[in-house]
């Protein structure tokens, strides 16, 4: 993409309105633009990101063996009356009337809605498992919209429902899912922490939220150092095989927990210097909540000894727009974001230091042809503007790799060559240079 058709309306002030830095940043590296409280649109080079984003978690999902499907945004009241939830949700919920004064809503989740379409289709037990997700906005009107697109009040999750016979299938749809999680997570460069957690409004008995370790997080955690170092499973996990050994490493003893939970018993017994003490983001949540839809809805199905019973289900969140700014609160700098490969928005910024000279043009351009031959994401930098807001544009909007080309270096057939996390420099051959990024992009790619 060449800068000078790309639409990247970047701010050289920090705006006031934003408490935290990656608000800050959303706001600089023009990702977004507020379109009222808690709500926003999504610019070129955020909704980049959110869309990387967004297939890393579908992929992961898919990987799970989780099924795609698409639910809409509005919902009729009738079905969330046959749950109950309707009076009990609140305020959070934006209650709409059509032009014939039907109660609809925007929706917040979507329980009532995958379990009816699950009861309206599905009669045996032979049908199950299944594992349907689906990635969609949702409204929940916050009391306090903050932090950008941390907490919004229309912000993109991606839900995942699953169906069981009993409650130990589920348990086993429900390990597929934190297996999912911890993989997800770490294809995007972060470290997030399964901690056991409340059930909350949505009910139930089993429950782990995953939490991201930085300064501006919401709740103080605490874990062992070995949560945080542990490797995550890597793309040969076999899902359809017994998880619960995977499961049991990451909710051991010194398992993560906060100030509502057991903190004090954990202070007590991990050792001074194994204690993790942080502020923590919670970007995904997982609950198993048995039969609590299910059976007021009459979702049921026929079991092999011919009897109906209402089937086990779980669901499992990640907050996708959350974790735009998630990302960018645990990998920043002073200069700006600093995108891990697999979520950046684009792979490699190159910068022409003098657009408009023949040959710095001319070598310019054959890299970029070259790096997008190679199939880079590469943004191209081929305004008129000076070299310093060229570079200052370059780092707030975190890619990262950059190449520079400019008169002198193309006269000494060089380029040089900038790793924006870090901010080591190289000065090489122009096609070593090329040949260098490539290598560095495909490797970095493949992060977990
Ligand atoms: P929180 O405790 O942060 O309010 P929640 O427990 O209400 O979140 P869930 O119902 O578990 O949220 O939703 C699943 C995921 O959706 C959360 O883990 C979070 O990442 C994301 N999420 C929830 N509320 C918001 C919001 N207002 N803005 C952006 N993302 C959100
Ligand atoms: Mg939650």
Known sequence: MRLTRFFLPVLRETPKEAEIVSHQLMLRAAMVKQASAGIYSWLPLGYRVLKKIEQIVR?????????????????????????????????EMLRIKDRHERDMLYGPTNEEQITEIFRDSVKSYKDLPRNLYHIQWKFRDEVRPRFGVMRGREFLMKDAYSFDLNAEAARHAYNRMFVAYLRTFARMGLKAIPMAADTGPIGGDLSHEFIILADTGESQVYCHTDLVEMPVPGKDVDFDGDLSPIIKQWT??????????????????????????ARGIEVGHIFYFGTKYSEPMGCKVQGPDGKLV????????????????GIIEASHDDAGCV??????????????????????????NAVYEKLTNAGIDVLYDDTDERAGGKF???????????????PKGVKAGEAEIKTRKGGAKETIGIDAAVAKVIDLVTTGRDLA
């Open 339 to 364: 995108w891990p490969v697999p979520v950046a928005p684009f792979e490699v910024g190159l910068v022409n230091l003098k657009s408009g000279d023949k040959d710095t043009d001319a070598a310019a």
């Open 59 to 91: 992929e992961e999902q898919n990987r799970s063996g989780a099924i795609e499907v698409l639910m809409p945004t509005i919902q009729s009241a009738d079905l969330w009356r046959q749950s109950g939830r309707y009076d009990a949700y609140g305020k």
């Open 310 to 325: 209402a089937v086990h289900m779980g669901s499992y969140g990640v907050g996708v727009s959350r974790l735009v700014g």
């Open 392 to 406: 200052a544009t370059m780092d707030v909007i975190g890619l990262p790799y950059q190449i520079v080309i400019g």
């Open 252 to 277: 051991s003893q010194y398992a993560a927990t906060d100030e509502k939970h057991d903190a004090a018993k954990f202070v007590a017994e991990v050792p001074a210097d194994k204690q993790v003490s």
